[in-house]
């Protein structure tokens, strides 16, 4: 992916293609509970393609590689205790559905004596999703919010079950009559 430096320790990595995105937007739309069913319903239709049906921004603070742990508390080249990696993206879905937020992950961290856990490692998401209407794509309305914590265990496997994944926000739009 091609990226630049902002000249602020944050890479923007700015992609218009969905295959070179396949990593972060996996992330992204399992959190969502999109890719799966994506992944279960290309085996069964025609594979379909056109250029920017995923397309967007994705902006990465590596705070965990800039702030490192200056106690000597930590295992040696560990990050400082509470810097995280900000991941901020904006992802634009068949141009009618956006995908907005940030995902922070918190590492893992040992002291340096004993190699004990002194930090748990954990996801945090904050996902907006808003809809765009076909006639209009400028008119953008914000239909739900999903916000949650997921640790993830010494292998690195995010354990969805013992998280608090929150159930997705839906905001219910219109009036009733």
Excluded: C
Excluded at 10 to 35: I, N, R
Excluded at 102 to 119: A, K
């Amino acid at each position: 992916m091609p990226a630049r430096d902002n000249h602020k320790g944050e890479f923007v990595y700015e992609q218009q293609a969905a295959l070179t995105l396949a990593v972060p937007l996996s992330l992204v739309l399992g959190l969502l509970g999109v890719f799966p069913a994506a992944v279960a319903l290309a085996g069964e239709t025609e594979l379909v393609t056109e250029e920017g049906v995923i397309a967007g921004e994705m902006t990465i603070d590596f705070q965990t590689r800039v702030l490192r742990d200056a106690t000597g508390k930590l295992a040696e080249g560990s990050p400082a205790q509470s810097a995280k990696d900000i991941y901020t993206f904006t992802l634009d879905v068949a141009k009618t559905t956006e995908f907005a937020g940030t995902i922070t992950p918190l590492p893992r961290l040992f002291s340096r004596v004993l190699g004990r856990e002194m930090q748990a490692a954990e996801l945090y998401y904050d996902v907006t999703l808003s809809v765009r209407n076909p006639a209009n794509l400028a008119q953008k309305v914000r239909v739900g919010k999903w916000v949650g914590t997921v640790p993830i265990d010494e292998k690195g496997v995010y354990n969805l079950a013992d998280g608090n994944p929150d159930i997705p926000i839906v905001d219910i739009l219109g009036a009733h009559r």
